[in-house]
């Protein structure tokens, strides 16, 4: 389960306001695909209760699993920057509620309103770092020097 930051939390009372009249409740059945790599990213949800895998296409194989987001977790960053297309795939893991959000419409709004635009992107921005930062742990879990067994040392 993730332990990434609440964007919806860490956002003053009147930008969460302004961000959440952009959407409405979402269910998802465990099993369900909600959105695949490559495909157009016009929206993105904070999970209420679930859980959701990220994966991402290895050719020849099936999907492998890069991370499992749950409760508070943002799903979806992709729908921010050109071209605004899936860096990954997403699939309920078990039954999920999410709140949805029109990317359109909140780009719209960042747009029009420079301090909901700084909050999202601000907010958005520290989600991907933290994502950022347990993918490379991840990696360094899985092929550091130590992973292989060999001493740093002999890493060379």
Known sequence: MSTMRNLLTDMSPEVREALLAHSHH????????I???HMRADRFWIIEYGTVALDMHVPGRKAAVVAALGPGDLLGWSWMLPPYTWHLGATATHAVGALEFDARAVRELCAADPVVGRSVATGVAAVIADRLSASRSRLLDMFGPYA????????S
């Open 35 to 37: 959105f695949e790599e």
């Open 26 to 33: 979402v269910d998802f059945p465990a099993g369900s695909r």
């Open 148 to 155: 292989s067994g060999r001493p740093l040392a002999d890493a």
